[in-house]
């Protein structure tokens, strides 16, 4: 039977409130109530064929509560006049509560709605379009709202999130609501309180203000002959990356890897230090200006990921060259690929020429499908030989 029944008519209301589009107009002020539903009655041959079942349709129908069935009169040259349904109106939004059970959770919004509307009318529209969101913060509501007001009043305070002083806020709180804070703050605040180049909940902090926890970088000095720090050779050394920037070591050349293994265990090479990569995290590496007075190796893993991470390297340090990121190096160790478990698809600017035919063939599968070859995979002693080549030049 195609003609439509209360689960039909629910559904429709049902997907009106899981669009928000319910909750959104107690902000806006606007209504869709008297709200008329799609509907479909039974034409005049399936009357004719199963009048019973019509009866019985029209019965239910009638029986519904909260909605309003409007009938018209229809003429059967076999039946007679009869009352048939034409249409089904649902009158007030008090009417679509009761017959989606959603009382309780409309009360709870309305509550939400009336306090941002005394503390925090800036956030209105932000209700009105993610209504759904504010339920689910319900419990969190007032901490959020005493968030933003302290935040407000603290523009770019230069103090960590540890130290924000809120009755019932602890830091970690703040953090694990970074999202949504994000998008209240950015309504609330004065431009000249918020660093739009900070993207992300990563750089929450930078965005508003905050002092963050430094970055580390770690490294090696590759040559015995110039120990970074007085004595100390081949030591593994952690700086934040105001020290690091500010280092000047005597080296002219400088290696990156990827795989702390390989970090450890690198070879030692004259006038070298060595980094431990961070994916695809290399804006403190360029800040440190004397990198530019280096040559930079980057090795990575041969497959789509690593090249991108290459290419992103050099959107930081142009002048980085690959090591060890070769199809001869690829071929070489065939016993030792591997898989790759999602691709990057998107063209990599930065590749040379060598680097981007042999990347478009991983990305493009036209050596084996999903193929990678991990840097620790190849052996010791052909890195040596990488090195030694480098070392002569």
């Given at each position: 039977m195609s003609w439509t029944n209360h689960r039909a008519l629910r559904?429709?209301?049902?997907?009106?409130?899981?669009?928000?589009?319910?909750?959104?107009?107690?902000?806006?002020?606007?209504?869709?109530?008297?709200?008329?539903?799609?509907?479909?009655?039974?034409?005049?041959?399936?009357?004719?064929?199963?009048?019973?079942?019509?009866?019985?349709?029209?019965?239910?129908?009638?029986?519904?509560?909260?909605?309003?069935?409007?009938?018209?009169?229809?003429?059967?040259?076999?039946?007679?006049?009869?009352?048939?349904?034409?249409?089904?109106?649902?009158?007030?939004?008090?009417?679509?509560?009761?017959?989606?059970?959603?009382?309780?959770?409309?009360?709870?919004?309305?509550?939400?709605?009336?306090?941002?509307?005394?503390?925090?009318?800036?956030?209105?529209?932000?209700?009105?379009?993610?209504?759904?969101?504010?339920?689910?913060?319900?419990?969190?509501?007032?901490?959020?709202?005493?968030?933003?007001?302290?935040?407000?009043?603290?523009?770019?305070?230069?103090?960590?999130?540890?130290?924000?002083?809120?009755?019932?806020?602890?830091?970690?709180?703040?953090?694990?609501?970074?999202?949504?804070?994000?998008?209240?703050?950015?309504?609330?605040?004065?431009?000249?309180?918020?660093?739009?180049?900070?993207?992300?909940?990563?750089?929450?902090?930078?965005?508003?203000?905050?002092?963050d926890k430094p970055q580390r970088i770690r490294l090696r000095g590759l040559d015995p002959a110039r120990a970074l720090f007085g004595g100390l050779v081949d030591a593994d050394i952690t700086l934040d990356a105001g020290s690091f920037i500010r280092l000047q070591p005597a080296v002219s050349r400088v290696f990156i890897t990827e795989n702390e293994i390989n970090f450890l265990a690198f070879p030692a090479v004259a006038d070298s230090l060595l980094v431990f990569g961070a994916g695809y995290g290399f804006d403190v590496l360029a800040q440190a200006d004397w990198l530019a007075n280096c040559q930079v190796y980057y090795w990575g893993d041969i497959d789509t990921h690593g090249f991108a991470i290459l290419d992103q390297l050099r959107s930081h340090i142009p002048h980085a060259r690959s090591l060890l990121m070769d199809r001869a190096t690829l071929l070489a160790f065939e016993g030792q690929w591997g898989v790759e478990e999602a691709q990057t698809q998107r063209d990599l600017l930065r590749l040379d020429a060598d680097e981007r035919s042999l990347y478009d063939d991983l990305r493009d599968n036209r050596i084996r499908p999903t193929l990678r070859l991990e840097q620790e995979r190849i052996a010791f002693g052909w890195v040596e030989d990488a090195l030694s080549v480098i070392v002569r030049r």
């Amino acid at each position: 039977m195609s003609w439509t029944n209360h689960r039909a008519l629910r559904g429709q209301l049902q997907r009106a409130w899981d669009r928000g589009k319910l909750l959104a107009e107690t902000v806006t002020g606007e209504s869709s109530f008297p709200r008329r539903l799609t509907f479909k009655s039974p034409t005049s041959a399936q009357m004719a064929d199963d009048f019973d079942a019509v009866r019985v349709w029209i019965a239910d129908l009638r029986a519904l509560p909260h909605y309003r069935i409007e009938m018209h009169e229809r003429r059967h040259r076999v039946l007679g006049v009869n009352q048939i349904p034409s249409a089904v109106w649902v009158d007030t939004l008090d009417d679509a509560l009761a017959i989606l059970g959603k009382r309780r959770e409309y009360e709870c919004f309305s509550a939400l709605l009336a306090r941002v509307r005394e503390r925090r009318p800036e956030l209105l529209d932000w209700m009105a379009g993610k209504p759904h969101k504010a339920l689910a913060l319900a419990d969190e509501w007032d901490r959020l709202l005493d968030v933003i007001d302290w935040v407000a009043a603290h523009p770019r305070p230069g103090v960590y999130l540890r130290q924000v002083d809120i009755p019932g806020v602890h830091s970690k709180f703040i953090e694990a609501h970074r999202g949504v804070l994000i998008q209240w703050l950015d309504r609330v605040l004065p431009p000249e309180a918020i660093d739009s180049s900070a993207c992300g909940v990563s750089r929450f902090a930078r965005r508003y203000g905050f002092r963050d926890k430094p970055q580390r970088i770690r490294l090696r000095g590759l040559d015995p002959a110039r120990a970074l720090f007085g004595g100390l050779v081949d030591a593994d050394i952690t700086l934040d990356a105001g020290s690091f920037i500010r280092l000047q070591p005597a080296v002219s050349r400088v290696f990156i890897t990827e795989n702390e293994i390989n970090f450890l265990a690198f070879p030692a090479v004259a006038d070298s230090l060595l980094v431990f990569g961070a994916g695809y995290g290399f804006d403190v590496l360029a800040q440190a200006d004397w990198l530019a007075n280096c040559q930079v190796y980057y090795w990575g893993d041969i497959d789509t990921h690593g090249f991108a991470i290459l290419d992103q390297l050099r959107s930081h340090i142009p002048h980085a060259r690959s090591l060890l990121m070769d199809r001869a190096t690829l071929l070489a160790f065939e016993g030792q690929w591997g898989v790759e478990e999602a691709q990057t698809q998107r063209d990599l600017l930065r590749l040379d020429a060598d680097e981007r035919s042999l990347y478009d063939d991983l990305r493009d599968n036209r050596i084996r499908p999903t193929l990678r070859l991990e840097q620790e995979r190849i052996a010791f002693g052909w890195v040596e030989d990488a090195l030694s080549v480098i070392v002569r030049r």
